[in-house]
């Protein structure tokens, strides 16, 4: 992979085969167990934690180049990334962030689970999940988007799943490089991982993590409050192909509350 700087208005665009697929929810192909995109017959699967990355770093314009169909898991987080895009060099475009602002509530679910935005200053995620297993018992956490508590807070949450699942996605040709070194590997009644968790609620976290980066697919950064309860992949590119089509619950604007510049291009070209 290498990444280049974009101008402003690019967005984020994976190059793959000379094909640029956009970042965008319209480009979604699939989305069991992580979220992919095609445009062209040309595919990069996995994009969340990355794109996660980029938008926790508030980084709205760069171009990345990709050689295979899928984005490396790493350590199974978005830290990886972090690390990597911070030594590159971020630049201030200058240009003020046009960003989707929430005006009244939407909701999108399915039985128990629903995203829902509501209008608030800034942009924050609140999630609650619950597995009713002995190891994940329920968990909620609600934060502000802004890159220091990004960095700190969920950049690090790794991806998890459960060892009875693994033969079953191996056989759908999923999971195939899974192992405990980018995941979280959930037995029976313990997480199996020799070095355990690395928060308490690292779970909810990382799912945290995974709205982050499927909110990213949209045109603009988000603002308001983003409330998702037991959701996934699925459900939240759902919900902004629902989000897209009720046009008089937002508007795109100029965000007035940022304190910090955003970054949105890489000072410099970087390969990973």
């Known amino acids: 992979m290498a990444f280049r700087p974009a101008p402003v208005d690019t967005g984020i665009v994976f190059v793959r085969d000379r094909i640029e697929i956009k970042a965008s929810f319209e480009n979604v192909s699939e989305t069991v167990f992580s979220t992919n995109l095609e445009r062209n017959g040309v595919k ?48 201030d475009q200058t240009k003020p962030q046009a960003v989707v602002r929430i005006l009244k509530p939407v909701v999108y679910g399915e039985g128990s689970a629903y995203v829902m935005a509501l209008p608030g200053r800034g942009y924050r995620v609140s999630c609650r999940l619950n597995f009713n297993h002995p190891a994940i018992r329920e968990e909620h956490m609600e934060l502000s988007i802004e890159p220091d508590a990004f960095v700190r807070d969920i950049a690090g949450a790794r991806t998890f799943g459960f060892l009875k699942d693994v033969d079953a996605l ?21 997480v199996l991982n020799e070095g355990g968790l690395r928060y308490k609620d690292e779970f909810v976290r990382h799912k945290i993590l995974d709205i982050i980066g499927d909110m990213g697919l949209l045109a603009c950064p988000i603002e308001g409050r983003l ?43 970087v390969a990973a």
Do not use: C, Y
Request: proline share 4%.
């Open 170 to 190: 191996r056989e759908k040709g999923l999971a195939m490089g899974g192992s405990m070194d980018n995941a979280i590997v959930i037995g029976d009644d313990r």
């Open 227 to 269: 409330v998702a309860n037991e959701s996934g992949h699925r459900l939240h590119i759902g919900f902004l192909k629902h989000l897209a089509t009720h046009q008089d619950s937002w508007e795109v604007g100029v965000t007035p509350f940022v304190e910090k510049p955003i970054f949105q291009a890489f000072g410099q070209e």
């Open 44 to 91: 990069v699967r996995t994009v969340e934690h990355l794109v996660a990355a980029l938008v926790g770093l508030g980084i709205t314009n760069v171009f990345i180049d990709v050689d295979g169909p899928e984005i490396p898991i790493l350590d199974g987080s978005a830290m990886p990334w972090v690390s990597l895009l911070i030594k590159a060099g971020l630049s």
